[in-house]
């Protein structure tokens, strides 16, 4: 049993890095390239803080590998904090209009 649970994670571990080589990210596959949450990037999305696909007859989000690796190179501000002054920043401006 240990032996299969073993062989199990290696495979998992495999689609993993399989999953990098791909040009196109699905929200599941960015929150495995860059460790951070689905709820972040999920804020970050909707704050138009992470580069994202412009389709806008496809409902679900998708990323391009090479826009995300430019991105999390220029350092983003990911924060709790600063995305919380983002999304009340927003509130804000909504609230006026």
């Given amino acids: 049993m240990n032996k299969d649970n073993s ?3 290696i495979l998992q571990d ?3 890095l399989l999953s990098h ?3 196109v990210l699905n929200i599941d596959d960015l929150e495995s390239y ?3 949450s689905k709820s972040k990037l999920y804020k970050l999305s909707m704050l138009k803080l992470i580069p994202t696909g412009s389709n806008k007859h ?3 989000k998708f990323f ?3 826009a995300i690796d430019e991105w999390l190179l220029g350092k983003p501000n990911v924060s709790d904090e600063f995305l919380e002054q983002q999304i009340n ?3 804000q401006k ?3 209009h």
């Fill in 7 to 9: 062989m199990i994670e």
């Fill in 14 to 16: 495999i689609k993993s």
């Fill in 21 to 23: 080589n791909k040009k």
């Fill in 34 to 36: 860059t460790g951070l």
């Fill in 58 to 60: 496809i409902r679900q």
């Fill in 64 to 66: 391009s590998k090479e």
């Fill in 89 to 91: 920043a927003q509130l």
């Fill in 94 to 96: 909504n609230r006026k």
